[in-house]
């Protein structure tokens, strides 16, 4: 990964998814969701990629080269007609044997998109192939940022979520801060505002889409501490905010954050 980040801060106002077959969904088979980086293809290269290349790039969420069995022999990719609704695997030879490739071209407006891929030997009704549901991203960095905010009852004992009044979202881009294929990067910022009366104990979690690449990493920081010394993004980032003690306490109306994004 590219060691560069960018800082940015973002304010919280707040007291607080061959042949005719049943849905994929629904074969009774092992299911993985892994991630496939395709940054540095170019428009050509993604419309023609063959079924070894695309097996030889997953990574799980941690960047790890995914090991597919080495007896597998094909892949079935699943497809289902947007007009007809009607649903179909097409096979692919691991070994690039049958010629065929696959477009994996990037959506018009989207910097990633899914696709579903069983991977074994056998047909792909063999339960012991693997169904791996494949995040593609592109170049572009987008994030889709969700908030949740819980009041705690003062003995700790229960919680309650707080619906904010107005709660809204932006996004854009800083210019001077590039990625390693010299594309701009993506800023946040988002403001909550909260119903009137007293909130006890808030606590704020977070998720962004973002974070789940495997190419980039998220680091949450208190606006206080500029040094970027103690990450409270253990406290705040992909909470079960229905526990008790879950997600970040607030000390007061508003919190501020230092987020750091590592490409």
């Given at each position: 990964?590219?060691?560069?980040?960018?800082?940015?801060?973002?304010?919280?106002?707040t007291?607080?998814?061959?042949?005719?077959?049943?849905h994929a969904s629904?074969?009774?088979l092992?299911?993985?969701?892994?991630?496939?980086?395709?940054?540095?293809e170019?428009?050509?290269?993604?419309?023609?990629?063959?079924?070894?290349?695309i097996?030889?790039k997953?990574?799980?969420s941690?960047?790890?080269l995914?090991?597919?069995?080495?007896?597998a022999?094909?892949?079935w990719?699943?497809?289902?007609?947007a007009?007809?609704?009607?649903e179909?695997?097409?096979?692919?030879?691991?070994?690039d044997?049958?010629?065929?490739?696959?477009?994996l071209?990037?959506p018009?407006?989207?910097?990633?998109?899914?696709?579903?891929?069983?991977?074994?030997k056998?047909g792909q009704?063999?339960n012991?192939?693997?169904?791996y549901?494949v995040?593609v991203?592109y170049?572009?960095?987008?994030n889709?940022?969700?908030?949740?905010?819980y009041s705690?009852?003062?003995?700790?004992?229960?919680?309650?979520?707080?619906?904010?009044l107005?709660?809204t979202?932006?996004?854009?881009?800083?210019?001077?801060?590039?990625?390693?294929?010299?594309?701009?990067?993506p800023?946040?910022?988002a403001?909550y505002?909260?119903?009137e009366?007293?909130?006890?104990?808030?606590y704020?979690g977070?998720?962004?889409s973002?974070?789940?690449?495997p190419?980039v990493?998220?680091?949450?920081y208190?606006?206080t501490?500029?040094y970027l010394?103690?990450?409270?993004?253990?406290?705040?980032?992909?909470?079960?905010?229905?526990?008790l003690?879950?997600?970040y306490k607030?000390?007061?109306?508003?919190?501020s954050?230092i987020?750091k994004?590592?490409?």
């Amino acid at each position: 990964m590219l060691s560069f980040f960018l800082t940015i801060v973002m304010m919280f106002t707040t007291v607080l998814s061959t042949g005719m077959i049943a849905h994929a969904s629904m074969l009774p088979l092992k299911e993985e969701t892994v991630y496939l980086i395709l940054n540095k293809e170019t428009n050509d290269q993604l419309k023609e990629m063959k079924i070894s290349t695309i097996l030889g790039k997953l990574q799980d969420s941690n960047g790890n080269l995914v090991s597919v069995d080495k007896n597998a022999t094909t892949a079935w990719r699943y497809f289902k007609d947007a007009e007809s609704g009607l649903e179909s695997y097409e096979a692919y030879l691991i070994d690039d044997s049958d010629g065929k490739r696959i477009d994996l071209s990037q959506p018009t407006g989207a910097s990633m998109q899914t696709i579903e891929l069983i991977v074994g030997k056998d047909g792909q009704l063999n339960n012991e192939n693997i169904r791996y549901i494949v995040k593609v991203y592109y170049t572009g960095y987008s994030n889709n940022i969700t908030y949740d905010l819980y009041s705690q009852s003062a003995d700790g004992t229960n919680r309650t979520k707080i619906e904010p009044l107005k709660k809204t979202y932006s996004s854009g881009s800083y210019n001077k801060i590039v990625d390693i294929n010299g594309d701009p990067v993506p800023m946040f910022n988002a403001v909550y505002s909260v119903p009137e009366g007293d909130i006890i104990n808030p606590y704020l979690g977070i998720k962004c889409s973002i974070d789940e690449r495997p190419d980039v990493r998220v680091e949450f920081y208190e606006l206080t501490d500029k040094y970027l010394t103690n990450p409270i993004t253990d406290e705040l980032l992909n909470q079960d905010m229905t526990k008790l003690n879950s997600g970040y306490k607030m000390t007061g109306a508003s919190a501020s954050f230092i987020v750091k994004f590592f490409y």
